[in-house]
């Protein structure tokens, strides 16, 4: 499998869309990035570090109970979410985990706070 390094941490590659503009990258057992090279869709998170001209993330979550703790944390370190994209969905790119939260505008630290946390028991 192929990794790439997204500021200091090393992900595995899970998917490259075929006209190389994005990679999905998982960082952590909870944690999925995808990251685009151009930023075609105008997403707004652009930080320079991270190797990416902008980047979402996925945080998996076991159920609608946690992902609501997880949305108001996500919030708390200054993320934000699209219109219908403010609930727990289904998990498509987080693999293991039931539900996932598609977050927007966090930073690489709280990224690396998220990361951190063990997928419970």
């Known amino acids: 499998m192929e990794t790439i390094i997204f500021a200091g941490i090393e992900g595995q590659v899970l998917e490259s869309s075929p ?3 994005y ?7 909870r944690i999925t990035i995808c990251g685009t090279f151009s930023n ?8 320079n570090d991270s190797g990416f001209e902008s980047f979402i993330t996925y ?3 076991e159920n609608v109970s ?3 703790e997880v ?4 919030v708390e370190f200054g993320g934000y979410f699209h219109r219908n994209e403010e609930q727990p969905r289904k998990a498509k790119r987080v693999p293991g985990y039931a539900f996932e939260i598609k977050a927007r505008g966090l930073s690489i630290k709280s990224i690396e706070s998220f990361a951190s946390l063990a997928k419970p028991s």
């Open 19 to 21: 006209h190389g503009n």
């Open 59 to 61: 945080i998996g979550v």
């Open 71 to 74: 949305i108001a944390n996500v």
């Open 23 to 29: 990679l999905v990258v998982k960082l952590s057992d």
């Open 40 to 47: 075609i869709w105008d997403w707004e998170e652009i930080e």
């Open 66 to 68: 946690e992902g609501m």
